[in-house]
T-cell receptor
Framework: RKEVEQDPGPFNVPEGATVAFNCTYS??????FFWYRQDCRKEPKLLMS???SGNEDGRFTAQLNRASQYISLLIRDSKLSDSATYLC?????????????FGTGTRLLVSP | DVKVTQSSRYLVKRTGEKVFLECVQD?????MFWYRQDPGLGLRLIYF???????EKGDIPEGYSVSREKKERFSLILESASTNQTSMYLC????????????????????FGEGSRLTVL
């Protein structure tokens, strides 16, 4: 089983729509959680951290459910510029080091 | 702005050749990482380093080695390239977090280079 699993999509939505992605993780040693964004042929960049209490950044809301081991990202009022791949990332503390494990990503296409 | 620079954007090599991928960061980050990204498999960690001359294996280290002689530079070496090493290679860096129990972590924010697309024929 993969440590971090995401629906690859693509999610095709019209401008202005609300869209949500989920991500599940399997390692109970997971300590912190993030969403990264990767544009086509570009490097990934941090979009936002995910806090236990949930957090919001403009049109983006991230939530964490530790009991069920999943993370979600909600995008409201989608823009064309939101088209990208969204990577779920989990920070896992092993015996000596903490490492970031990336999901394979969910592709979002926002159309006019 | 943080800058992570990878030496080559595109490389084409032949099977059996030795390949060097160089990465330099200018933010004095302690941690540096090498990932490869393949369709359907996502980013997979090859090696990482949390200090000069220190290295740790990631999830897929076979066929690769690394070198960190200076804090700002982390090199990935393919001793004898094979066709299954055709991929996008991404270097990243981050600040360290230090836990009370002595373990080393990261802030969760990785800064990536633009990637090096390697084709092995």
């Amino acid at each position: 089983r993969k440590e971090v699993e995401q629906d690859p999509g693509p999610f095709n939505v019209p401008e202005g729509a609300t869209v949500a992605f989920n991500c599940t993780y399997s390692n109970s040693a997971s300590q912190s959680f993030f969403w990264y964004r990767q544009d086509c042929r570009k490097e990934p960049k941090l979009l936002m951290s995910v806090y236990s209490s949930g957090n919001e950044d403009g049109r983006f809301t991230a939530q964490l459910n530790r009991a069920s081991q999943y993370i979600s990202l909600l995008i409201r009022d989608s823009k064309l510029s939101d088209s990208a791949t969204y990577l779920c990332v989990v920070n896992i503390l092993n015996t000596g080091f903490q490492k970031l494990v990336f999901g394979t990503g969910t592709r979002l296409l926002v159309s006019p | 702005d943080v800058k992570v620079t990878q030496s080559s954007r595109y490389l084409v090599k032949r099977t059996g050749e030795k390949v060097f991928l160089e990465c330099v960061q200018d933010m004095d980050h302690e941690n540096m990482f090498w990932y490869r990204q393949d369709p359907g498999l996502g980013l997979r960690l090859i090696y990482f380093s949390y200090d000069v001359k220190m290295k740790e294996k990631g999830d897929i280290p076979e066929g690769y080695s690394v070198s960190r002689e200076k804090k700002e530079r982390f090199s990935l070496i393919l001793e004898s390239a094979s066709t299954n090493q055709t991929s996008m290679y991404l270097c990243a860096s981050s600040f360290s977090l230090f836990f009370r129990d002595g373990r080393t972590g990261n802030t969760g924010e990785l800064f990536f280079g633009e990637g090096s697309r390697l084709t092995v024929l």
